[in-house]
């Protein structure tokens, strides 16, 4: 089992930058894929993005893509999403997730895919 504590949210104006960190606890840190997601009011969970265990291949959804950096350091526990160019449209709560290596090396995007989650950080742009 792994825990999860996400940090790093705030208020920032449009077109800022905020990085988010979550720190992980409990067993080996590089069995896991890991994962951000966002959840806004009024709205279901969604993909943000996905870092291997290695820090080697990382995956976005399409709303983020050039904007937001997934990245590992595996020493520290912890991973980071890097986020510039903010839009209020990136306004949500955001969550820390882990997935088990050995249930498959692929990407996934479901919420449902992730086994271990953070209690979430609070986003929010203002325009």
């Known amino acids: 089992q792994v825990q999860l504590v996400e940090s790093g949210g705030g208020l920032v104006q449009a077109g800022g930058s905020l990085r988010l960190s979550c720190a992980a606890s409990?067993?080996?840190?590089?069995?896991?894929?890991m994962a951000w997601f966002r959840q806004a009011p009024g709205k279901e969970r969604e993909f943000v993005a996905a870092i291997w265990w290695s820090g080697a291949n990382t995956y976005y959804a399409d709303s983020v893509k050039g904007r937001f950096t997934i990245s590992r350091d595996n020493a520290k526990n912890t991973v980071y999403l890097q986020m510039n160019s903010l839009k209020p449209e990136d306004t949500a709560v955001y969550y820390c997730?882990?997935?088990?290596?050995?249930?498959?090396?692929?990407?996934?995007?479901?919420?449902?895919?992730?086994?271990?989650w953070g209690q979430g950080t609070q986003v929010t742009v203002s325009s």
């Open positions: 997730a882990a997935r088990p290596n050995y249930k498959g090396s692929s990407f996934y995007i479901r919420p449902i895919d992730y086994d271990y």
């Open positions: 409990g067993r080996t840190f590089s069995s896991y894929t």
